[in-house]
């Protein structure tokens, strides 16, 4: 009986689901209230989240991610294939592609594209693509990549905001002597190849986009995307303004709801209250090092660090600051992250394990140690106090210093922090990013700590190189198991990204990088 | 001509002010922790880049030689290029100060609106109930924190009875100082209880002097007294109060201007100090304190003009 009331469900919600499709409507603007205005608008330039989150409505890449956010599918190329050796990727581009001003995207664009995107002088994301030795074109349809070593993350890259096309000759011919000094004209009023065209931008304010013409895509009634006139960023950065406005009708959608609202939200009968799975990990990072600004630090004990894990109760602090949005982590990198392993919460609660380690380490009596607070932050703030209380069971005295952003990122970067609150999203769907960051010590000292291992080390510049899937996903699963051991983070929580649409609004995604897809969203009339 | 050489003073007395607020911050935001390549490029930054970057906003070299550019590029009128906008920190600074301005004015405008008028009603029927009405009103205008009452105007004018929209700015004038009213409404109401207290003060003072027992006796009509005797003298400390307090109001301005999502001046001066970006916050600090320092002449012109003794 109830597997027959299951398939009857699942068959109304076939019909459900192919109903909305058939009911596509087009037409209208839809207006998305934003916390922060954009910076800059170059794919290879920008180094912020609030350009790269929106950066995919204007310019398209070679692959685009799938809706999941771990794989990839056709995007400006058709056809992909890497050879046999790993060392070249070959990629067909796609029949009749045209930038917004109409004029043809050819392989010339896309090589040149690349190489500005790999150029070691250009931004902060080169080392995303650093494999790619060179990019040729043969015909009038085809993109080789020639490598300098095998990079199984070299198709995902292709799907990441730096490896946007854009349009040579246009960007060539903008005023200026430098690269980027062609990009702040450039992109001031940019020649798009994704699903929209920059129409205005009043800074700090109002961004308008409006359809582009000329976009390749198709959508469910057969004709071109996108299905929206345009889209209308409106910049509100007070949280209780964002969702009064949205409240009012006066915006379609708002994103970054605080954890505290989302409830009342989800109960709002005029709103869908989106929860959309994400990479981002909320964490505390401990400096390693044995003495910090010439003291002893008690943290480089890997047993001290063990014992302060097992004290933390995250149920506790999801609940206290997530409002029970977030859930425990299973590994230093996210859920959703390509390659992740794992299946239990990291450091279940456990007072006593916690007091018999800090005695085996030799601080029975616990210490005086600190934490970087980020000034005003409530979520930050909460997750200190409770972090507070829950130490001093250890015997250990816990200081919060309450600094703004980059004051922090100076003793952060100067590796004379002692603990800090941090939280993370990938940029790319390969676990590499992130294990490059938190665990190899050659990037920037596993997360500023100064903590090493000779093995991961090892092992993650061997998958680098790795183009078996299967040895790769045994060379991540042995790197994660060292970290998740004895690494210098206390990992907290996983967030969803909350995002509160109005009930007219279909279509529209945030993938688990964050990224915000406009280009299949639609309004009812 | 003493009130011209008054002016000519005041405003010769301006430059050495302007110059040492300049030098001040220019050195002030160089010794704060962090740079603008940090902070730009935040927590992922690797040490290679963030040199690169610092090197090629000449930063890497020394403190002096920097505001030795710095100051020959402001002869020539350019400002910098801002460091996280990539825009002529001129151009900014058009865009968004004249909607700080704007809204100061409106504000400062409702202030009065409301302070004078109320402000001599209370003096006149003072230890009665108007009187208690109305400085009971504006007391809790007074200590109610400017976000509470921006968040309260937005929930009830904006979402509720929908007069107003909620926050934001337009795009035509008329539409501009339609989307303004609220925010200007919410500053003016802890800057107006301030002001009708100082004013409802000196009313009662200058009723009881002399001068005015004087312009009774001699038979005036009492729209005259009130105009002519009391509101000039009453007036006198109030507008130095005014004039004081423009800074003030462009300091509520930030809050505001969060809450209402305003596009102005004060927000951009607050990212430009968590970003650490230089040009930005030198160029706002020059332009701000030109006008604060305009603010006060053009006060004490007008203290000079209701007293023309300070002028002496």
């Known amino acids: 009986m109830k597997k027959i009331a299951k398939a009857a469900l699942a068959a109304v919600l076939l019909v459900g689901t192919s109903l909305s499709a ?22 290879v330039l920008n180094d912020a989240n609030v350009d790269i989150w929106i950066l995919s409505n204007l310019y398209d890449t070679l692959l685009l991610p799938t809706d999941d956010g771990k794989g990839v599918q056709a995007g400006l190329a058709t056809e992909w294939k890497v050879s046999d050796d790993g060392m070249s990727v070959n990629l067909t581009l796609r029949d009749g592609i045209q930038f917004s001003d109409g004029s043809p995207i050819t392989p010339a664009d896309v090589a040149w594209s690349l190489k500005r995107a790999a ?79 920059l129409q205005s931008w009043d800074r700090g304010s109002t961004m308008k986009l409006v359809r582009n013409e000329h976009y390749w895509g198709k959508g469910e009634d057969g004709k071109p995307l996108p299905y929206l006139d345009g889209v209308t960023f409106e910049v509100l950065p007070d949280d209780a303004t964002r969702i009064l406005k949205l409240n009012s009708g006066e ?83 996210s859920s959703a992250t390509p390659m992740h392993t794992g299946d239990k919460p990291l450091y279940a609660y456990d007072i006593e394990k916690a007091k018999s380690l800090m005695k085996e380490a030799g601080f029975e009596k616990g210490f005086d140690t600190s934490i970087l607070v980020l000034a005003g932050n409530q979520d930050e703030i909460g997750i200190a106090t409770a972090l507070q209380q829950m130490w001093a069971e250890l015997g250990i005295k816990l200081e919060l210093q309450q600094v703004d952003n980059a004051t922090r990122t100076q003793q952060y970067r100067d590796g004379v922090f002692t ?105 009812d009339k | 001509m003493p009130l011209f050489s008054f002016v000519l003073r005041r405003i010769l007395q301006m430059i050495p002010t302007v110059v040492f607020i300049l030098v001040v911050t220019f050195v002030l935001v160089r010794l704060l922790p962090g740079d603008p390549a940090s ?12 040199e690169r970057i610092n090197a090629s906003l000449g930063l890497d070299k020394p403190i002096p030689i ?24 001129t151009t900014i600074i058009m865009q968004r100060l ?46 109610m924190p400017v976000f509470y009452v921006g968040i309260l105007m937005l929930t009830v004018f904006g979402a509720t009875l929908k007069w107003f929209p909620v926050g934001g700015y337009g795009d035509t004038f008329g539409d501009r100082l339609y989307h303004l009213f609220l925010p200007a409404l919410t500053l003016a109401f802890s800057f107006s209880a301030v002001l009708m207290r100082n004013l409802r003060s000196s009313v009662i003072g200058v009723i009881n002097a002399e001068y005015v027992d004087f312009a009774r006796a001699k038979g005036l009509r009492p ?68 006008l604060v320092s305009l603010t006060f002449l053009a006060t004490d012109i007008f203290q000079a003009w209701l007293d023309p003794r300070i002028a002496r």
């Open chain 1, 119 to 197: 150029n070691k002088d250009n931004g902060i994301w080169n080392f995303l693509v650093s494999s790619i030795d060179d990019v040729t074109t043969e015909g009038d349809k085809t993109v080789v990549l020639k490598l300098k070593h095998p990079d199984p993350a070299i198709l995902a890259a292709l799907t990441v905001f730096n490896t946007a096309i854009l349009p040579q000759k246009v960007f060539e011919a903008a005023a200026g002597a430098t690269d980027a000094d062609k990009a702040k004209v450039f992109a001031e009023h940019p020649v798009s190849s994704g699903p929209f065209v």
């Open chain 1, 419 to 523: 603990m800090r609150e941090a939280a993370w999203t990938d940029d790319i769907a390969d676990p590499n990013e992130i294990t490059s960051y938190f665990v190899y010590s050659p990037t920037i000292d596993a997360l500023h700590t100064g903590w090493k291992n000779e093995e991961a080390d090892k092992l993650f510049d061997a998958s680098q190189k790795e183009i078996d899937a299967t040895k790769r996903a045994a060379q991540y699963a042995r790197i994660q198991e060292i970290y998740n051991a004895e690494g210098p983070i206390v990992p907290l929580y996983e967030t969803p990204y909350p995002v509160a649409l109005s009930k007219k609004v279909h279509g529209f995604l945030q993938i688990p990088l964050g990224n915000n897809f406009f280009g299949r969203a639609w309004l």
């Open chain 2, 223 to 290: 729209r005259t007294i009130m105009i002519r005797h009391v509101l000039r003298n009453a007036l006198i400390s109030t507008v130095t109060l005014f004039g004081l307090q423009i800074g003030t109001l462009f300091g509520g301005a930030v809050i505001t201007e969060t809450v209402f999502a305003v596009p102005g001046a004060g927000r951009l001066m607050i990212d430009s100090i968590y970003g650490r970006d230089y040009p930005v916050l030198q160029g706002l600090t020059i332009a701000l304190a030109v």
């Open chain 2, 98 to 143: 004249p909607v700080t301005l704007m809204l100061t004015l409106m504000a400062a405008l409702l202030a009065l609106i409301l302070a004078v008028p109320l402000a001599f009603l209370a003096a006149l029927k003072r230890e009665q109930t108007a009187d208690a009405v109305i400085r009971g009103t504006f007391q809790v205008g007074l200590s």
């Open chain 1, 22 to 43: 058939a009911a596509v409507e087009r037409g209208g603007v839809m207006t998305y209230g934003r916390y922060a205005d954009s910076l800059f608008l170059d794919p």
């Open chain 2, 66 to 89: 920097q505001f030795l550019y710095f100051v020959k590029n402001v002869f020539t009128g350019d400002l910098g290029t801002s460091i996280a906008l990539k825009l002529p920190v």
């Open chain 1, 251 to 333: 915006i379609d959608g708002a994103e970054f709801i605080p954890y505290s609202r989302v409830e009342e939200l989800k109960s709002a009968g005029n709103l869908n209250m989106e929860l959309f799975p994400s990479t981002r990990v909320q964490y505390v990072t401990m400096n390693a090092r044995p003495q910090v600004n010439g003291k002893d630090n008690p943290l480089s004990n890997p047993k001290v660090r063990q014992a302060m894990n097992y004290a933390v109760n995250k149920d506790a602090i999801i609940a206290i600051v997530t409002h029970g949005v977030g859930k425990p982590m299973t590994s230093y990198m």
């Open chain 2, 39 to 50: 902070a730009m490029l935040g927590d992922r930054a690797i040490d290679a880049d963030v």
